[in-house]
């Protein structure tokens, strides 16, 4: 029988977990994606080894009770265990696009909402939104039709729907209700790509201010100001990743996930929530 927790995590800046940087000409490192709304994944294997090497470095040892203890040579069995905590992916919940001449907005889509109810273990009975919902604080251009209307680089987009979205913000995230549009399913992933950070980067010459071999590269990577939810199952309670304060058990703590963390990449900070 497991414990369920869940994780939110909301970037402080680009994120991207996926291919490695290379020198190989036109190299775009792209990010990790789910496989059917094609928006930002980071895989439970990067979430594992954070934690792992957060503790590891805290309190020494906890980590092998904790995560599994590490192939010992020698021993039949490696001397491995199982991990006692358990992750699983992250996916999007709400994702920055920027809306020329308008506010930023947060948006969303159905399919997302929904593995965001399941993880969090809301009540039956909260009904996901309809594509195209938004507050009616939302900040937007009215139309004729008297419906709002906002404005994305590759076109527009009508709220056909008004609803209060204030139960669908993760509790210690800075969202507010009035930027948030929940989006359809087959929208998801254009809008998902006008969102990327994206940065091009070139590999210098060791000895002059000079490309060398012409080697030029992208990343793309999730934009600050995005957030993720992530499911954790436990088989004991008990676990504290994050230490304690002077008074109580830490529930949220600043982490660095992916790659190109020395050039500004990865730092987040993760919001637990549930049993653990």
Known sequence: MYQKAYGIIETLAPLHV????????????????DQFTQTGIIPGSSIRGRFRADMRDRAAGNEQHWYGHEAVAGQEDGGTTEAIVKFEYASIVWLPVFCPGQPIVWVTCPRLLQR??????????ISIPEPYTAARSLHARPVESRRKVLFFNLGFLEIEHEDSLAQWIPEGTQLKEENLVVVADNDIAMIHDMALYRQSRVKLSDSEKKVEGGAFFNV????EGAVMVFPIALKELGWRPFGKTETADKTADDLYFGGLESIGFGHCKVILGGEY
């Not at 965001?116 to 009975?125: C, G, I, P, S």
């Not at 793309?220 to 934009?223: D, N, R, V």
């Open 18 to 33: 996926g291919a490695s940087a290379g020198e190989e000409t036109g190299n775009l490192n792209l990010i990790f994606r």
């Open 116 to 125: 965001y109810k399941l993880v969090t273990q809301m009540e039956a009975n």
């Open 220 to 223: 793309e990577a999730l934009p």
